[in-house]
T-cell receptor, first 114, second 114 residues
C-alpha cells in the first residue's frame, strides 16, 4: 500500500471548517483513500473513503486532486468533539478473500479550539 | 444494532500469565481484524480472520500470540506468558462479507502487564 504524509498537528477554531491535507504521491490506480479518526483512548472511527471523485457524507467531505496524489478531508463546522488524531490511509480494494490491512501512520492531531 | 464489542475493557496481568481478549463483531459481519497500539504509537495490524479460518497473520508475533474465530462465539486473541512489552491497547475491527470495505472498530482492551 502507498505511504501517506500528513502534518503532525493542526489547530482549528470551533465552528470553522477544518481542512486536513494528505499527500499520497505514490498511490496506484486501484488504491482508495480512506480517512479514520481516533478520539483519545477510543477505537478508530471510519469517516469516509473515495477513489477519484469527491465524496461527501454526514460527517465530512473528501476532495481528491485530479492526479490523485493528494487529498483533503474537510470537516465543515468543527466542534470540540472533533478533536482527535486523523489518519489518511491508502489501500487497494479487497480481492476476493484477500487481506484487509489498514496501515496507520502517525496521522494529524487536530485540536479544535473554543 | 450493537457495534463491535470487546471485553474486557481493561485487563491487568502479571508477567508470565495468560491474557485472553474477546471480540464480538457487528451483526452480519464475518470478517474480524486485530490491531495493537503501543503507547504513543499508531495502530499496527496483527491478524485477519474469517469464521474458523486465519486469512492473514503477517502482523502476529511468531511466539506466544494466537488468534481464533470459531464458528460460534467471539473471536479470541490469546497471549501466553505475557511480558511488560505486551502492554498496549488491542483493537478489534469487523467488516461485512466481501463487497463492502469499511471496517468498524471496537473500543479496545487495554492490557497492562505488571
Amino acid at each position: 500500500d502507498a505511504k501517506t504524509t500528513q502534518p503532525p498537528s493542526m489547530d482549528c477554531a470551533e465552528g470553522r471548517a477544518a481542512n486536513l491535507p494528505c499527500n499520497h504521491s505514490t498511490i496506484s490506480g486501484n488504491e482508495y483513500v480512506y480517512w479514520y479518526r481516533q478520539i483519545h483512548s477510543q477505537g478508530p472511527q471510519y469517516i469516509i473513503h473515495g477513489l477519484k471523485n469527491n465524496e461527501t457524507n454526514e460527517m465530512a467531505s473528501l476532495i481528491i486532486t485530479e492526479d490523485r496524489k493528494s487529498s483533503t478531508l474537510i470537516l465543515p463546522h468543527a466542534t470540540l468533539r472533533d478533536t482527535a488524531v486523523y489518519y489518511c490511509i491508502v489501500r487497494a480494494p479487497l480481492q476476493g478473500a484477500g487481506s484487509y490491512q489498514l496501515t496507520f501512520g502517525k496521522g494529524t492531531k487536530l485540536s479544535v479550539i473554543p | 444494532n450493537a457495534g463491535v464489542m470487546q471485553n474486557p475493557r481493561h485487563l491487568v496481568r502479571r508477567r508470565g500469565q495468560e491474557a485472553r481478549l474477546r471480540c464480538s463483531p457487528m451483526k452480519g459481519h464475518s470478517h474480524v481484524y486485530w490491531y495493537r497500539q503501543l503507547p504513543e504509537e499508531g495502530l499496527k495490524f496483527m491478524v485477519y480472520l474469517q469464521k474458523e479460518n486465519i486469512i492473514d497473520e503477517s502482523g502476529m508475533p511468531k511466539e506466544r500470540f494466537s488468534a481464533e474465530f470459531p464458528k460460534e462465539g467471539p473471536s479470541i486473541l490469546r497471549i501466553q506468558q505475557v511480558v511488560r512489552g505486551d502492554s498496549a491497547a488491542y483493537f478489534c475491527a469487523s467488516s461485512p462479507p466481501w463487497g463492502r470495505t469499511e471496517a468498524f472498530f471496537g473500543q479496545g482492551t487495554r492490557l497492562t502487564v505488571v
